[in-house]
DNA sequence: GATTATGTACCGACCGGTTGGTACAGAGCT
DNA sequence: AGCTCTGTACCAACCGGTCGGTACATAATC
């Protein structure tokens, strides 16, 4: 019983879900060293340890999040390979939908909320963030390409403008959910999005 | 030829200009007051004579922000009576376009970037940027209605849940141009954003 | 009309507190 | 002993904000 009841993670490990928890709803500026360290319970001399400084934290909790976002939030959706490509986005829509409820409209999305924050001040945030935007983006391209090539998605689309589009329209979405604390925001969103899927589509589905 | 070679502008507005302009890329934590003061030339105490705090100075920013985003972006695409309610939802997204492209993507929406920004942490900012967005999206919803009632738009779509929708995609849209630095990202967005309308049109269009 | 007050506009020094970051001594394990 | 960790004391720079004081135009007083 040594003074607190802590969780036995590594020190860094701690910190990193520390600073995400804090980074996520105050931003990265907004989120200063102490606040971390009081919020982790991890000493300063151990936090320079393992980071050599703020920002290398930053990335550090950006790949993170990049990681969980690509193999536990993207992947899943397109895993299943009884669904039908388009509906595999549509659940995919769906998932982001259900996190925005679960956290109560509060955060938004992480990467989107860095994209907006740092995108013209810091390089090193912008390129990463990018790369994150770009692989989210391929993987609606490779979907509405194989819609297209199993016939329930028209051809005359543009898989690549579609996916930038629907990328941008959830990052607008999140937004807006965001700043009204209204999830019925992200529900006519979603549901809109769905529809403008529907438009390319053709009659074959379900 | 005394000193320097000044704009006569009453400090109150050389504040208000400097500030804006740094704001808007470092966003409102991201600018210092003493930035604030070197950028415009005023002194700390002719500021605090001016503006009680800093966040006093940013409602200042945001008011006037909102004033000229409603009266000389969104008025204008919608005042010329000589055109088709959609054409003028549609003129709007070519204006949003263009001052994208006028500032290298570089900012991107003020409002959008404090929404992101300060949202979860600041009641005050968020409420007033709630009140701005609902005011752009009733001018998308009351010319939807138009464009219903003329018959150009087809009565199965709610103007209201549609118009969250474009709001929404087009901060997005602004967004992933800001991250991306590509103004393409944004040609492409507002192209889809004119297909959906597209969608919900009747073939009565020109 | 000279003098005394009053209000506005302005400045830069300074304040306490916080920032990101460092130095370093020690603890615990192998 | 020698390595990996960890806590603490400390730093300069910077943060938003306060302070005392100045310049000057106008108004009130005699």
Redesign the pocket.
Known sequence: MTTAAKTDK???EQILDAATRLMHVSGY?G?????VLKES???????????????E?GYAILDRIVQGFLERTLAPSFADPSHAPLEKIQRFFDSILESQRQRNCVGGCFMGNLASELSDVHEGFRRRLTDVFTRWREKFTEALTHAQADGTLTAACDPARLAHFLVASLEGAILMTKVTKEIQVMETCVGELKAHLALYATGAQS
Chains 1, 2 share one sequence.
């Open positions: 590594p020190a860094r500026r989120t200063s060293l102490d606040d319970g991890v000493g300063k001399g151990n936090f320079y340890y393992y980071f050599k400084s703020k920002e934290l």
